[in-house]
């Protein structure tokens, strides 16, 4: 196998899908593919016909995990990359983050916001290198894990070219084939579902399988985020209250130890990050920050 890059890029009537098709094949300098994975119908042209461009057309759409798993398995690359489909990346992306990836990682780009106007970075102030999981039981509107930007860590370890992270923001991820079918073991559809917590999965099962998450500074990612009427339109069908008890369900069975593949369990990923933002430390937009007691908490509530 050779160190190609298979990309995939999910798209369910996306309307910035060939702008970032032709982003990811002008900016790439060395071997990759790209599969598309034309989840349903779409009213949006679909990019045009290349060499190492690949579709996957379903007439009726699955959702984002299957459209993943899918590619996963038509890709041939020695690496896959995930991203969505209304990205903008740097140059020489693909090298870049082949350069640093060991076997067992998970590698993610400094994240920015894409004004789609311009195809240029947007405002600054939504860019973050670093994300931690909000603490479940300060989320009152539901028991759930977030991804959280950690701005204080931004600051802190600004210097910091190739750092850890704890968990990541979904829009872009880079990692060995192998990594993700053998150790993570793909993503559970049958167990999560079609749409929620990708990057939460990807991240857990990486930290407590032994492996590691990593931030590159080196590389960028520029993500589009779509506001709520533009995801609705999305996905017309999807139930917001299923959401959220998926999101309930996934935080519980990491916080019990339920995955059979950790070497870790769930309270050693908070030792091996803390301080996380607490109440008193915490900086603009670090929410859902972890208490001080978390310990006697976590050992109160769940099965150590």
């Given at each position: 196998?050779?160190?190609?890059?298979?990309i995939?890029i999910?798209?369910?009537?996306?309307?910035?899908?060939?702008k970032?098709?032709?982003?990811?094949?002008?900016?790439?300098?060395?071997?990759?593919?790209?599969i598309?994975?034309?989840?349903?119908?779409?009213?949006?042209?679909?990019?045009?016909?290349?060499?190492?461009?690949?579709?996957?057309?379903?007439?009726?759409?699955?959702?984002?995990?299957?459209?993943?798993?899918?590619?996963?398995?038509?890709?041939?690359?020695?690496?896959?990359?995930?991203?969505d489909?209304?990205?903008?990346?740097?140059?020489?992306?693909?090298e870049?983050?082949?350069?640093?990836?060991?076997?067992?990682?998970?590698?993610?780009?400094?994240?920015?916001?894409?004004?789609?106007d311009?195809?240029?970075?947007?405002?600054?102030?939504?860019?973050?290198?670093?994300?931690?999981?909000?603490?479940?039981?300060?989320?009152?509107?539901?028991?759930?894990f977030?991804?959280?930007?950690?701005?204080?860590?931004?600051?802190?370890?600004?210097?910091?070219?190739?750092?850890?992270?704890?968990?990541?923001?979904?829009?872009?991820?880079?990692?060995?084939?192998?990594?993700?079918?053998?150790?993570?073991?793909?993503?559970?559809?049958?167990?999560?579902?079609?749409?929620?917590?990708?990057?939460?999965?990807?991240?857990?099962k990486?930290?407590?399988?032994?492996?590691?998450?990593m931030?590159?500074?080196?590389?960028?990612?520029?993500?589009?985020?779509?506001?709520?009427?533009?995801?609705?339109?999305?996905?017309?069908?999807?139930?917001?209250?299923?959401?959220?008890?998926?999101?309930r369900?996934?935080?519980?069975?990491?916080?019990?130890?339920?995955?059979?593949?950790?070497?870790?369990?769930?309270?050693?990923?908070?030792?091996?990050?803390?301080?996380?933002?607490?109440?008193?430390?915490?900086?603009?937009?670090?929410?859902?920050?972890?208490?001080?007691d978390?310990?006697?908490?976590?050992?109160?509530?769940?099965?150590?």
């Amino acid at each position: 196998m050779t160190n190609k890059v298979s990309i995939i890029i999910p798209a369910r009537n996306e309307k910035y899908l060939s702008k970032t098709v032709d982003d990811i094949f002008t900016k790439a300098k060395g071997e990759i593919e790209v599969i598309v994975v034309l989840d349903g119908p779409t009213e949006f042209s679909i990019p045009k016909e290349r060499p190492n461009l690949k579709f996957i057309t379903k007439a009726k759409s699955e959702g984002l995990r299957p459209a993943i798993k899918d590619a996963s398995y038509m890709a041939t690359g020695k690496y896959l990359l995930k991203i969505d489909a209304h990205c903008m990346v740097s140059e020489g992306f693909d090298e870049v983050l082949k350069k640093d990836c060991e076997d067992n990682w998970v590698v993610v780009p400094r994240y920015h916001a894409l004004n789609i106007d311009t195809w240029a970075i947007g405002n600054r102030k939504y860019s973050s290198d670093y994300f931690y999981l909000g603490c479940p039981w300060l989320n009152h509107r539901i028991f759930s894990f977030l991804d959280v930007p950690w701005r204080s860590r931004d600051a802190a370890r600004k210097d910091i070219l190739i750092d850890e992270t704890m968990t990541i923001q979904a829009s872009l991820w880079f990692m060995t084939a192998e990594h993700y079918h053998k150790r993570l073991g793909d993503l559970d559809v049958k167990r999560w579902g079609t749409w929620s917590c990708e990057q939460r999965e990807i991240s857990l099962k990486t930290w407590l399988g032994g492996g590691k998450v990593m931030v590159n500074k080196n590389v960028w990612n520029a993500h589009y985020q779509r506001n709520i009427d533009e995801r609705r339109k999305l996905v017309p069908e999807y139930s917001r209250k299923k959401d959220l008890h998926i999101h309930r369900d996934f935080a519980l069975y990491f916080l019990n130890n339920q995955w059979e593949g950790q070497v870790h369990k769930f309270d050693w990923l908070i030792e091996r990050f803390w301080p996380l933002p607490n109440i008193m430390t915490r900086t603009y937009g670090e929410k859902y920050p972890w208490p001080d007691d978390w310990r006697e908490y976590y050992k109160l509530h769940f099965n150590l």
